[in-house]
């Protein structure tokens, strides 16, 4: 899996454009229900921001992708979330019914973790920050190769 190519079509840049091209009621024939897939990729953009952030402030008008400190709006933002994820569902065509995955109900769990880790690691140092980058699996699959060497 490729997540550059999930934070690619799920960008904020994909969500704008296409709220804008839903005024051009002359000149494209777009479903009026396009609306809600915008919003749905633009929440998942600030989320993603939200989960990687590499330096402590962030670019303009993208508070999120900032580190997060006591101050920042991040665990506020986290806890929305897991009240989208909680009722979002998807359609079984096979069973003919609206189901929860265990991807929704594993990010919950991730937000949860990020939550624990960050209230923990700001109470003991309140004047820092977090850059959530450092939690990637590649730094966890580098040093589990590096101990396989030993």
């Known amino acids: 899996m490729k997540v550059k190519c999930c934070t690619q079509v799920f960008s904020r840049q994909v969500g704008v454009t296409m ?3 839903l005024t051009w009621k002359s000149q494209v024939n777009l479903d009026p229900g396009a609306i809600d897939t915008s919003t749905l990729i633009l929440f998942l953009d600030t989320l993603f921001d939200s989960l990687n952030s ?3 402030s962030g670019p303009p008008g993208k508070p999120l992708k ?3 400190t006591s101050e920042s709006d991040h665990i506020t933002f986290w806890y929305k979330c897991i ?3 909680k009722g979002m569902r998807f359609y079984a065509h096979k069973q003919k019914k609206f189901v929860s995955v265990p991807t929704l109900k ?3 769990h991730t937000l949860r973790g990020f939550i624990y ?3 923990k690691l700001l109470d003991i140092h309140p004047k820092k920050f977090i850059l959530l980058r450092v939690f990637q699996q590649d730094a966890l699959e580098n040093f589990f190769w590096m101990y396989q060497k030993l």
């Open 19 to 21: 709220k804008k091209i």
């Open 54 to 56: 590499s330096q402590k």
């Open 66 to 68: 900032a580190s997060v």
């Open 83 to 85: 009240k989208v994820f």
């Open 106 to 108: 594993n990010f919950i």
């Open 117 to 119: 880790i960050s209230k």
